[in-house]
């Protein structure tokens, strides 16, 4: 079984930061590559950051310079630092393994937290 626990999230004006957090268990290995992935309304899911267990890491060219994706191992958690955020980056936020796009609707999330960037 997994669980995602993934915190955070809230309402911030255009240009403003926000650090999500999410702790895993189960299933998920500390040692799985981990991701953050965005979902707005009427949009697809999309990943947006990932981070290998040694610490490298790969962003969607949309928050590249922006994000910072961390993990701390010991603790299975992994972190996104949001800065300079803008209107466009508003959606839910969820973290899970990388899994391939065939695999995100068969697979279990979390219930993702609502980042909200409007003034």
């Known amino acids: 079984q997994v669980q995602l626990v993934e915190s955070g999230g809230g309402l911030v004006q255009p240009g403003g930061s926000l650090r999500l957090s999410c702790a895993f268990s189960?299933?998920?290995?500390?040692?799985?590559?981990m991701g953050w992935y965005r979902q707005a309304p009427g949009k697809q899911r999309e990943l947006v950051a990932s981070?290998?267990?040694?610490?490298?890491?790969n962003y969607a060219d949309s928050v590249k310079g922006r994000f910072t994706i961390s993990r701390d191992n010991a603790k299975n958690t992994v972190y996104l630092q949001m800065n300079s955020l803008k209107p466009e980056d508003t959606a839910v936020y969820y973290c899970?393994?990388?899994?391939?796009?065939?695999?995100?609707?068969?697979?279990?999330w979390g219930q993702g937290t609502q980042v909200t960037v409007s003034s």
């Open positions: 189960g299933s998920i290995s500390r040692f799985n590559a």
């Open positions: 981070i290998n267990y040694g610490g490298s890491t």
């Open positions: 899970n393994k990388v899994l391939p796009v065939s695999q995100y609707w068969t697979t279990l």
